[in-house]
């Protein structure tokens, strides 16, 4: 029953979230390959931002208890670290493809 209480009350807020996962899905499959570079630093720069959040999240998080914002917070700094870290790797293994060959 509590979780029920929780959707209703956050039902605006859960509402935009979905919506802008299925904004996001749609603008990002539609990006041409040239746009790939320039979005994944700005990607990583987000994801740089989850990651501070994340970080503010488990910091005043209960501890001695289980609670949605310690999980939460953790998930975030799993998932945005990844995405820097990979974002990283992607964008250094693109600009190898520009660097001249030794002979």
Not at 2 to 15: D, G, N, Q, S
């Amino acid at each position: 029953m509590e979780v029920l209480k929780f959707f209703f009350e956050y039902k605006e807020a859960i509402f935009i979230i979905a919506l802008s996962i299925f904004v996001g899905i749609e603008v990002i499959s539609n990006v041409p390959a040239v746009l790939h570079t320039p979005l994944m630093s700005g990607a990583n720069a987000i994801s740089g931002v989850i990651i501070i959040g994340g970080i503010i999240l488990v910091g005043h998080a209960d501890l001695s208890k289980f609670s949605l914002s310690l999980v939460l917070g953790i998930l975030a700094l799993i998932f945005g670290t990844l995405n820097v870290v990979g974002g990283f790797a992607v964008t250094d293994r693109m600009l190898e493809m520009f660097k001249k060959k030794k002979k």
